[in-house]
């Protein structure tokens, strides 16, 4: 059984989840660490598409994500989960759980610079009223209170981002 670290994005859509988990995989894939990546929007596409955006079906999604990480445990060195997560008891769940083997990563990107980011144009659907239940605006994002990891995403480049991580679980 291995090691399993749990490593749990959270910030808002657009902060930079998936592409420094992106840049994390190719490292663990240069050290021959094996890995698991839960990306938020390939779960809910592959799996949970019965869920909408509602509090209660975003909390059952990351509910489910985090029965996901529970299969994969004890079979990988890493677990990567960008998701928007922004509810605290979800992450809080995930915390108990997991407990030491559990690495919160606060994508520190206020809503402005997000929205700036947004190539999918959802910030600006959110706003005309074609999105709803948009989290940052319909629903709010509960900022961590002591993440392990808070990650600067606005002053510093995603692979800067990414050493941060890689110095903290020690990955060279």
């Given at each position: 059984m291995k090691k399993t670290k749990i490593i749990?994005?959270?910030?808002?859509?657009?902060?930079?989840?998936?592409?420094?988990?992106?840049?994390?995989v190719?490292?663990?894939?240069?050290n021959?660490?094996?890995?698991?990546?839960l990306d938020g929007d390939d779960v809910r596409?592959?799996?949970?598409k019965h869920l909408g955006f509602s509090r209660e079906d975003i909390?059952?999604?990351?509910?489910?994500?985090?029965?996901?990480?529970?299969?994969?445990?004890?079979?990988?060195?890493?677990?990567?989960?960008?998701v928007i997560s922004p509810f605290k008891i979800s992450r809080?769940?995930?915390?108990?759980?997991?407990?030491?083997?559990f690495i919160e990563v606060y994508l520190d990107c206020p809503y402005e610079e997000c929205k700036r980011r947004d190539v999918k144009g959802l910030y600006k659907k959110a706003e005309i009223g074609?999105?709803?239940?948009?989290?940052?605006?319909?629903?709010p994002y509960e900022i961590p209170d002591k993440p392990e990891i808070k990650l600067d995403v606005v002053n510093k480049k995603p692979q800067s981002c990414a050493e941060q991580i890689l110095k903290f679980i020690k990955v060279k």
């Open positions: 749990w994005f959270t910030g808002l859509s657009g902060s930079g989840k998936s592409t420094i988990a992106t840049i994390l190719e490292r663990f894939k240069n021959g660490l094996s890995f698991e990546v596409e592959r799996l949970h909390l059952e999604n990351n509910r489910l994500i985090l029965e996901l990480c529970k299969n994969d445990y004890g079979k990988v060195d890493f677990i990567l989960v960008p809080e769940n995930a915390r108990t759980f997991f407990k030491k083997d074609e999105l709803k239940n948009f989290i940052g605006l319909h629903h």
